[in-house]
């Protein structure tokens, strides 16, 4: 059975706003009932290891209501990335949400798990504010994973349409564009995702599932 590793921030405070974030639920539940339903198993994985502080858990959400349900004790004692090994995964799959931008960067134990999945031929795929794990996630020749290569993620406009660009670190389209990323969107907000060579991006929550069957096309290619 092909398994999937869910990659989530361990990071809870919106900078100093004094609001709660975490990992967005949505974006690890609406595509865990796509593998599911391809066969695939589902496993997780925090910065830190623990119970990751959640966001974006909505009323009326089935999908994410039985994720939670079924997955709640998962959740609540997560590895992290020093306790796992490649070989076990054929794709990780970093999650949104806005805490990745303060601690995805520099998750160095992280970003050698996934380069480690890359290089065994597996596939790398994030969403929304996940691909700040690419910003500093190197192969083991020293070349970026997303330079010259398609890549989307929440996008710069998309941050000042919610009020939070002098909020977060850095901004993640600006960044990912430096580090070589031949960078593609659309409207804001809008589903969009793109596959380059076993990399699988989405811009944003709405983009989350079709980043999975992204995943799942390039892995059967």
């Known amino acids: 059975m092909p398994k999937v590793l869910f990659a989530l921030t361990s990071h809870g405070r919106l900078g100093d706003t004094g609001r709660a974030t975490g990992f967005y639920v949505p974006e690890v539940a609406h595509p865990a009932e796509v593998f599911r339903a391809a066969g695939w198993d589902v496993a997780f994985v925090s910065v830190a290891g623990g119970r990751p502080p959640r966001d974006g858990v909505k009323p009326g959400d089935t999908v994410t209501e039985r994720f939670l349900a079924e997955h709640e004790e ?83 406009a998309e941050e000042a349409a919610v009020g939070l660009t002098d909020v977060v670190p850095f901004a993640l389209e600006t960044a990912l564009t430096e580090r070589g990323a031949k960078f593609t969107k659309t409207e804001n907000f809008a589903e969009h995702a793109v596959a380059d060579t076993r990399l699988v991006t989405g811009q944003n929550p709405a983009s989350a599932a079709k980043v999975a069957e992204l995943v799942l096309l390039q892995h059967a290619g």
């Open 74 to 156: 998962a959740l609540s004692a997560t590895p992290a990335a020093e306790a796992l090994d490649a070989a076990d995964y054929d794709a990780v799959y970093f999650a949104g949400g806005h805490g990745t931008m303060w601690d995805f960067p520099g998750a160095t134990a992280l970003a050698r798990l996934a380069a480690g999945v890359y290089e065994r031929g597996g596939i790398v795929a994030a969403v929304c504010h996940g691909p700040a794990a690419l910003v500093n996630l190197t192969l083991s020749d020293g070349s970026h994973l997303v330079a010259g290569k398609q890549v989307s993620s929440f996008t710069d």
